[in-house]
């Protein structure tokens, strides 16, 4: 069964320093990966997803991510945070013929500090 | 364009009562999906719908009945609560053409009491 694994359940990063939020999926196939984010007491919001191509994904609020298949990783990362990225991210996993249903990781709680 | 609602926000309930959650988008997805979070899970698929006409189960579907009303609107039924119900419920929508993302609604906190 695809999973996904969040090992960092909570991170604390300096406003102006670099972030990187580790994920890695579990499964035989090309995988359709997406990283969302979650604001206290808000929905989703699609950060970036990687379908095919280019292993490097740009997306939204200056994030990036890269995947690495020899790895099972798709790492979000950020150059430089700012206060406003506080929030919970959650890496998902897709594979076709699954009615595009995702798996999600557990969630990384950020906390942004001035 | 709303995208993608749900009513209510919040709920509270005594066990053994029931409730509908409703979700609606005016996208015109084919695809539509129930999620409840609960603190250190993520997201957990309850039930979705591939497509007008057809529900499936998802990872944690007992305790819990759909309906895809039409292309728009997917509810989900408690026919009797449980405090093991208590979460923030989440719907969300995929044109699951061209593009596979999700797009979600606000959330309806329930907490069973």
């Known amino acids: 069964a695809q999973s996904v694994t969040q090992p960092d359940i909570h991170i604390t990063v300096s406003e102006g320093a670099s972030l990187e939020l580790r994920c890695n999926y579990s499964?035989?196939?090309?995988?359709?990966l997406f990283w969302y984010v979650q604001s206290p007491g808000q929905g989703l919001q699609l950060l970036l997803k990687?379908?095919?191509?280019?292993?490097l994904v740009q997306g939204i609020k200056g994030f990036e991510a890269e995947f690495k298949r020899s790895q099972s990783s798709f790492n979000l990362r950020k150059p430089s945070v700012h206060w406003s990225d506080a929030a919970e991210y959650f890496c998902?996993?897709?594979?076709?013929?699954?009615?595009?249903?995702?798996?999600f990781g557990t969630g990384t709680r950020l906390q942004v500090t001035l | 364009n709303a995208g993608v609602t749900q009513t209510p926000k919040f709920q509270v309930l005594k066990t053994g009562q029931s409730m509908t959650l409703q979700c609606a988008q005016d996208?015109?997805?084919?695809?539509m999906y129930w999620y409840r979070q609960d603190p250190g899970m993520g997201l957990r698929l309850i039930y979705y719908?591939?497509?007008?006409?057809?529900?499936d189960k998802g990872e944690v579907p007992n305790g819990y009945n759909v309906s895809r009303l039409n292309k728009r609107e997917f509810s989900l039924r408690l026919e009797s609560a449980a405090p093991s119900q208590t979460s923030v419920y989440f719907c969300?929508?995929?044109?699951?053409?061209?593009?596979?993302?999700?797009?979600f609604g606000p959330g309806t906190r329930l907490t069973v009491t």
């Open positions: 969300a929508s995929s044109p699951r053409t061209e593009s596979y993302e999700q797009y």
């Open positions: 998902a996993v897709m594979y076709t013929g699954t009615a595009s249903k995702l798996t």
């Open positions: 499964y035989g196939a090309t995988p359709y």
């Open positions: 990687y379908f095919s191509g280019d292993t």
């Open positions: 996208m015109n997805h084919n695809s």
């Open positions: 719908s591939a497509s007008e006409g057809t529900t």
